[in-house]
């Protein structure tokens, strides 16, 4: 294979996994320094900004909340857009996507959930609470849960990637229900106060880190993905050396 | 399609009680909240509503399992996808008989269950109403969630967890119509239309998903 194939021109280019791995290596480095720095900055803003005058010192797990809660949903949306490429393009990375987008997506909704529950106790006097929000990220953990399970179920990975994709998809045909139904379901007990960044509610105090750390987030999971998707192509590729040599050794076996 | 409700009408019927088993385990779960919350007869006809709506969804996720899980392993589900009627179909009539099989006799059980837990007849009424309108919605997703765990070996446990999360709308929306019907201010109607509306979509988004499952999980 000569060099200039593996130039990437288009985006079905990415397709080879060989193309892909090249691409990796070149841009995970700049990609981890970036997150690396961003994360410097966002943190030092984090603990040098004031901190609220009602909530005090706790104002700053929400720079780690707020940007967790927003990745797991987008880690869903990846999922989802992975499952359309598995499902419609049959794009042979798009499920290697999905596979390794789940552990990850899991880990962020944990830890907002967790980042959640310590800022609840000292603000709500309680740990958790069946809030419309808390409710719906829960069943998001649960979903993400599930899918890895189904994932770990099936030996065959591209027949465990064509189904995970369709419970994906219909998962999130879901997610906007659960998310509206419990509103309704549930609307008296803490209406807003979750905080949102819908223009004045937020003070540009709070808002820089809070932007700075949703966007290293934000390049963490990208690099996060980048290497894991690497990791399961690399070890898709060792279990079917592995075949091979264990094919090869039954027929030497056999000659013998 | 008329004769493949009625095998599996019959199949589901014959084939040692199933839709007893599932009322038998409906009516289990109910009776063992007592000995949970203890017999106080207020505390049980306020909860009432609730207990039945969980032990419904609790049952009819019971016997999801083996909706594909018996076509696949007697070879009758390579003839249903070969057929030549959509695959959607098939499976949507499928559910149907699911349904008429196990998820009916849930409702037929259900007033007898309100009366043992001192429900008045207006939440008994309203809770076998929703029951009605909402476990074909059950059913219709956990179809979905049976055909993705058709080829599992094992996947019983699995199709309950990955179908529960799915169900959780229903289940508000069910119970929410059910309180609005007894307390006085909040209007019955608009959490009992958003169920049926629940219903529709899911019957439309279930048959769909499980289709394409049972193709891709086939070849």
């Known amino acids: 294979m000569s060099e200039p194939s593996l130039a990437i021109r288009k985006f079905s280019d990415l397709a080879n996994p060989t193309r892909f791995l090249a691409l990796v290596a070149i841009v995970w480095p700049w990609l981890a320094g970036l997150t690396l720095c961003l994360f410097a900055v966002g943190l030092y803003l984090a603990f040098t900004t004031v901190g609220d005058y009602q909530q005090g010192e706790t104002v700053r797990i929400m720079y780690v909340h707020v940007p967790a809660a927003w990745l797991a949903m987008m880690c869903y949306t990846v999922m989802a857009l992975s499952a359309l490429g598995t499902l419609v393009w049959r794009h042979p990375l798009a499920d290697v996507s999905a596979k390794a987008a789940a552990p990850i997506g899991a880990c962020f909704t944990l830890v907002a959930l967790i980042t959640g529950s310590l800022w609840g106790k000292p603000m709500w006097g309680t740990w958790w609470v069946w809030d419309a929000r808390l409710t719906s990220v829960f069943v998001l953990f649960l979903m993400y849960l599930g899918m890895i399970?189904?994932?770990?179920?099936?030996?065959?990975?591209?027949?465990?990637?064509k189904v995970s994709a369709v419970l994906i998809l219909v998962g999130f045909?879901?997610?906007?229900?659960?998310?509206?139904?419990?509103?309704?379901?549930?609307?008296?007990?803490?209406?807003?106060?979750?905080?949102?960044?819908?223009?004045?509610?937020?003070?540009?105090e709070f808002l820089r880190p809070l932007l700075v750390m949703a966007i290293a987030f934000t390049l963490l999971f990208f690099t996060l993905h980048i290497l894991a998707m690497r990791n399961e192509i690399l070890r898709r590729r060792i279990a079917v050396l592995r075949r091979h040599a264990a094919r090869a050794a039954g027929r030497e076996g056999d000659a013998a | 399609m008329i004769a493949l409700l009625a095998r599996d009408l019959k199949l589901s019927v014959r084939a040692g009680g199933g839709a007893l088993i599932g009322v038998l385990f409906f009516m289990t779960v109910v009776a063992v909240i007592p000995f949970g919350v203890g017999p106080d007869l207020n505390l049980l006809a306020r909860i009432g509503p609730a207990i039945l709506w969980i032990g419904a969804l609790l049952a009819s996720l019971l016997g999801l399992d083996r909706l594909f899980q018996a076509e696949r392993e007697d070879g009758?589900?390579?003839?249903?996808?070969?057929q030549e009627t959509p695959l959607v179909l098939t499976v949507f009539v499928k559910c149907i008989a699911h349904w008429l099989a196990t998820g009916l006799p849930l409702v037929i059980a259900a007033p007898l269950l309100g009366l043992f837990m001192n429900m008045d007849e207006t939440a008994i009424a309203a809770t076998t109403l929703t029951l009605l309108a909402g476990t074909p919605a059950i059913t219709f997703i956990g179809a979905a969630g049976a055909a993705i765990a058709v080829a599992l070996p094992r996947g019983g446990l699995l199709v309950s967890i990955l179908v529960l999360p799915l169900a959780i709308p229903v289940l508000i929306f069910g119970v929410s119509a059910v309180y609005a019907a007894i307390q006085e201010p909040a209007p019955f109607l608009p959490p009992f239309l958003i169920l049926v509306a629940l219903n529709l979509l899911f019957a439309v988004i279930g048959p769909v998903a499980a289709a394409a499952a049972l193709r891709l999980s086939s070849d």
């Open chain 1, 149 to 161: 399970a189904l994932n770990r179920a099936m030996d065959d990975p591209t027949r465990a990637a």
């Open chain 1, 173 to 204: 045909v879901n997610i906007p229900i659960i998310k509206f139904s419990v509103e309704w379901w549930n609307t008296l007990h803490q209406p807003a106060s979750v905080i949102r960044l819908d223009g004045p509610t937020i003070s540009a």
């Open chain 2, 76 to 82: 009758s589900l390579d003839l249903l996808l070969m």
